[in-house]
């Protein structure tokens, strides 16, 4: 990152102290770090730190003009190859999303035309408020792009969504932001991804489903969509937001599912499968509620048609990669699925890991081919990790590709 150019833009949250171990990892990773502070942001850090750190003159007023020669936000906003507001409060955003400019910070966001990527750490009640909802989703159609907040102890005693995303994870997603955009891979090429669970109904108001919240999928979608490629995700029962910019197919039942990507799969390059689909659904669906009659009820179950088998036996020149989510014996379970399924790539986590399970924002994955074990990750955020496996994929299925273009 020798050369590029950082805006921080630091604001007012309890979250403000991790601003310099970020100043700090962003200088480490080469860049050229240009600290703006809020008013706000100087009662929970001091500007001399982030000078210290960054090597360079911090700034916190829009009339504290230092070189006569320039106009500083409208210089900085010039200079920068990418603006990153972090930690960035409600407040803040909803300025963003307004067009307001009554500090150095917002007056230098307007005056930019570089990327600029949002990390909001706020209370779990303040980020999911309509009103912040509605103004992260207005940045987003803007191109903003956000690094989402972790789940964690929060200052206000909560543990929940709402905590800053770690400075590594945090620059590791610039670094390759920045990257992303000298080079997409996927440009031109189609992606199918299925994220979620399936719901398999008893009757009109029960059903039968699993803990997949569709985190995984989703970050996917997003990194799939950086790098170019034009996404279809077909999701089923989510918990989470989907990523902006991509084209949405919701589904229910495994079997709504399997239509839709059949649908999809002729004209698609590359299918990625980290739905968590039912592998049995109910012989029987009753139209009304059922009524509770004695002290069991039997449920008998059925077969659902295995979606990532069927890819596998239809596949003509489709890049195809599965997920494997067990809880003992990784390697050898991971290894059948992907020879008996003829996948290029299979996805392997043990979800009795701390952290590798459902509904976390993080993860910790095997990847295999024919040959074993390609690359083992750890703990990683799940959008780090979704990266990882795109890059890897992208960079396989181009490979192929060539080959056979020179044969």
Do not use: W
């Not at 739905?275 to 659902?304: C, F, I, N, Q, W």
């Not at 989510?325 to 009795?352: F, H, P, W």
């Amino acid at each position: 990152m020798k050369g590029k150019t950082i805006i921080l833009g630091i604001t007012g949250g309890i979250a403000a102290y991790k601003g310099a171990a970020l100043c700090s990892k962003l200088v480490q990773a080469g860049f050229d770090v240009h600290v703006i502070m809020t008013e706000n942001a100087c009662q929970f850090i001091t500007p001399l730190t982030l000078q210290t750190l960054s090597r360079n003159l911090v700034y916190t007023d829009t009339f504290d003009e230092r070189d006569p020669a320039v106009v500083s936000h409208i210089d900085l906003a010039d200079r920068a190859d990418l603006i990153l507001v972090a930690p960035a409060t409600a407040n803040t955003i909803a300025k963003m999303a307004n067009g307001l400019a009554d500090d150095m910070l917002s007056t230098t966001l307007l005056a930019a035309t570089c990327p600029i990527v949002v990390a909001p750490a706020m209370n779990v009640h303040m980020y999911s408020h309509p009103a912040v909802i509605r103004n992260i989703q207005l940045l987003a159609e803007r191109n903003v792009r956000f690094i989402a907040p972790e789940t964690g102890q929060l200052a206000c005693g909560y543990v929940a969504k709402g905590r800053l995303a770690e400075p590594e994870s945090i620059v590791a997603s610039i670094s390759d932001m920045l990257r992303e955009g000298a080079s997409k891979p996927l440009l031109g090429k189609k992606v199918l991804i299925t994220a979620g669970g399936t719901v398999e109904r008893l009757d009109p108001v029960r059903y039968l489903t699993n803990d997949s919240s569709g985190k995984m999928g989703f970050a996917l979608a997003a990194i799939a969509r950086d790098y170019g490629a034009e996404v279809t995700l077909v999701m089923g029962r989510t918990s989470e937001r989907p990523p902006d910019g991509v084209s949405l197919v919701r589904v229910e039942s495994a079997q709504d599912m399997l239509k839709a990507v059949l649908v999809r799969y002729p004209q698609s390059d590359m299918v990625i499968k980290s739905a968590a689909v039912a592998d049995y659904r109910p012989v029987m669906r009753a139209d009304k509620k059922m009524k509770k009659s004695g002290d069991r009820l039997v449920l008998e179950l059925e077969k659902t048609t295995d979606i990532l088998q069927t890819l596998g036996e239809q596949k003509t020149k489709q890049y195809l990669v599965g997920f494997a989510a067990e809880t003992e014996e990784l390697d050898r379970y991971a290894m059948d699925k992907l020879q008996r399924k003829q996948c290029d790539l299979i996805v392997g986590n043990d979800v009795s890991q701390e952290g590798a399970g459902f509904n976390s924002d993080t993860n910790i994955i095997r990847i295999y081919d024919k040959d074993g074990i390609v690359e083992s990750l750890p703990l990683l955020s799940k959008l780090e990790t979704a990266r990882r496996i795109i890059a890897l994929a992208a960079e396989r299925m181009a490979n192929r590709e060539a080959g056979k273009a020179g044969r």
